[in-house]
């Protein structure tokens, strides 16, 4: 094992073997993806001259590079262990992130919506010269398209990469940077459709390219930031896209309820980040008595089965309290 490896193990001693490498290929890979994403945004603004949907989409790369540069911050942030100043440690870390990222997002493609949007009512018709390149008159429009065709493979490349590690990192900033990168290579075809529009002559095509990149960056803001303010207001957790309750929920009380000494159980379980805070409401069945070791053994049965169960509360009551205990609605055929 390198040094550096080393170092990244005991700095991230709380995660097991398999999630740590995927970490570990996780932050190398946003390294990556802001080394490339300046390079791009640099390569856009030089041939972005008058063109409405190339300069959104230059917005679009330069807002690309905030979610990998707050995944790299936070996750440095959660390997700091925990303090009387913080018992719960730094693990939502990453839901600040998630925050921050989603903010800009929202705020920006609200912006660019506006401005595209009045660009089209204004009928405003973007120039588009000729350009002398190694001695031959080349028209901008075709500079535009080769860059923009150019830029969109490392988004398509690495946005897959990313969405195969969010899931079994359970990473939500990793997740909606994903579909960041997604967004990128969807509104690079989207300019590329409205620069050849103005090339026949459709002075319209440009703006309503801008428009529909700006739509499409609004809505991942607005569903984004909806995601991150759940998550740092104690919902319920969720999957890694948010699209259902976490399935170990019901796998936690199913697992608890079998045991042959708890009459009635309901779990409260919220997300801090790549790990679950879990409080447990058991009720005996022999009556209020239980024993510590029980409630050690019972925490350390339910560690083995996710390591995403890293901080679990058992709380022994007589019955459970109905206004904390609330009964779940999960679907039947979740995925565990």
Same mark, same amino acid.
């Given at each position: 094992?390198?040094?550096?490896?080393?170092?990244?193990?005991?700095?991230?001693?709380?995660?097991?073997?398999?999630?740590?490498?995927?970490?570990?290929?996780?932050?190398?890979?946003?390294?990556?993806?802001?080394?490339?994403?300046?390079?791009?945004?640099?390569?856009?603004?030089?041939?972005?001259?008058?063109?409405?949907?190339?300069?959104?989409?230059?917005?679009?790369?330069?807002?690309?590079?905030?979610?990998?540069?707050?995944?790299?911050?936070?996750?440095?942030?959660?390997?700091?262990?925990?303090?009387?100043?913080?018992?719960?440690?730094?693990?939502?870390?990453?839901?600040?992130?998630?925050?921050?990222?989603?903010?800009?997002?929202?705020?920006?493609?609200?912006?660019?919506?506006?401005?595209?949007?009045?660009?089209?009512?204004?009928?405003?018709?973007?120039?588009?010269?000729?350009?002398?390149?190694?001695?031959?008159?080349?028209?901008?429009?075709?500079?535009?398209?080769?860059?923009? *065709?150019?830029?969109?493979?490392?988004? =398509?490349? #690495?946005?897959?990469?990313?969405? @195969? /590690?969010?899931?079994? $990192? !359970? &990473?939500?900033?990793?997740?909606?940077?994903?579909?960041?990168?997604?967004?990128?290579?969807?509104?690079?075809?989207?300019?590329?459709?409205?620069?050849?529009?103005?090339?026949?002559?459709?002075?319209?095509?440009?703006?309503?390219?801008?428009?529909?990149?700006?739509?499409?960056?609004?809505?991942?803001?607005?569903?984004?930031?909806?995601?991150?303010?759940?998550?740092?207001?104690?919902?319920?957790?969720?999957?890694?896209?948010?699209?259902?309750?976490?399935?170990?929920?019901?796998?936690?009380?199913?697992?608890?309820?079998?045991?042959?000494?708890?009459?009635?159980?309901?779990?409260?379980?919220?997300?801090?980040?790549?790990?679950?805070?879990?409080?447990?409401?058991?009720?005996?069945?022999?009556?209020? *008595?239980?024993?510590?070791?029980?409630? =050690?053994? #019972?925490?350390?049965?339910?560690? @083995? /089965?996710?390591?995403? $169960? !890293? &901080?679990?509360?058992?709380?022994?009551?007589?019955?459970?309290?109905?206004?904390?205990?609330?009964?779940?609605?999960?679907?039947?055929?979740?995925?565990?």
């Amino acid at each position: 094992m390198t040094r550096s490896r080393q170092r990244f193990a005991e700095a991230y001693g709380f995660l097991p073997d398999d999630v740590r490498k995927d970490l570990a290929k996780a932050v190398r890979l946003e390294k990556v993806t802001i080394g490339i994403q300046l390079v791009v945004t640099a390569l856009v603004a030089l041939v972005s001259g008058e063109s409405q949907a190339m300069k959104v989409a230059w917005t679009e790369d330069l807002l690309s590079v905030l979610p990998p540069l707050a995944f790299l911050i936070a996750t440095r942030r959660i390997r700091r262990r925990p303090s009387a100043e913080y018992p719960y440690g730094h693990h939502r870390s990453i839901g600040v992130a998630h925050l921050v990222a989603a903010s800009a997002l929202f705020a920006m493609g609200l912006y660019l919506v506006i401005d595209s949007g009045i660009g089209l009512i204004k009928a405003e018709r973007p120039p588009l010269g000729i350009v002398v390149l190694f001695g031959y008159p080349l028209w901008s429009g075709w500079l535009m398209v080769a860059v923009m *065709a150019l830029t969109n493979i490392p988004a =398509v490349i #690495l946005g897959r990469m990313k969405l @195969a /590690l969010a899931k079994p $990192l !359970h &990473d939500k900033v990793l997740y909606a940077d994903a579909k960041m990168n997604k967004a990128d290579w969807s509104s690079a075809l989207a300019t590329i459709v409205g620069i050849l529009g103005i090339g026949i002559g459709w002075w319209w095509a440009d703006s309503a390219a801008a428009l529909l990149v700006s739509v499409s960056i609004l809505h991942d803001g607005v569903s984004n930031v909806r995601a991150a303010v759940a998550g740092l207001t104690d919902a319920r957790a969720r999957a890694y896209d948010d699209s259902e309750p976490h399935p170990l929920i019901r796998r936690i009380e199913d697992e608890v309820a079998a045991l042959d000494w708890v009459s009635e159980v309901s779990s409260r379980v919220r997300d801090e980040g790549h790990l679950f805070h879990v409080e447990l409401f058991v009720v005996p069945a022999s009556g209020p *008595a239980v024993s510590v070791q029980a409630c =050690v053994d #019972l925490v350390e049965h339910l560690r @083995a /089965l996710d390591w995403k $169960l !890293h &901080d679990i509360v058992v709380i022994p009551v007589p019955e459970l309290p109905r206004d904390q205990a609330l009964p779940r609605e999960l679907p039947d055929d979740d995925s565990r």
